[in-house]
């Protein structure tokens, strides 16, 4: 894999973690909060996902919006 991708990836993962840990939601609370919105997914395949930094954009979305982000820092 090129070195740009896997630092995207990681990138991606910081920015996804970082918004999860400042409103204080664990995997566990993603999963309820996901499914309140529709979206249903595992802990132990949210927590692969996440670590591996390759999800979708919409997974992303998901995310952000079941715990009411509305915005994400990009730096």
Avoid: H
Wanted: charged share 35%; proline share 3%; net charge positive.
């Amino acid at each position: 894999m090129p070195v740009a991708e896997k630092e995207w990836e990681d990138r991606v993962k910081g920015m996804l973690k970082a918004e999860l840990k400042r409103r204080g939601v664990t995997y566990a609370d993603l999963v309820g909060k996901l499914a309140d919105i529709g979206v249903m997914d595992t802990e132990p395949n949210i927590r692969n996902k996440i670590s591996r930094g390759k999800f979708t954009a919409v997974f992303l979305i998901q995310c952000l919006a079941a715990v009411g982000a509305k915005d994400l820092r990009l730096d």
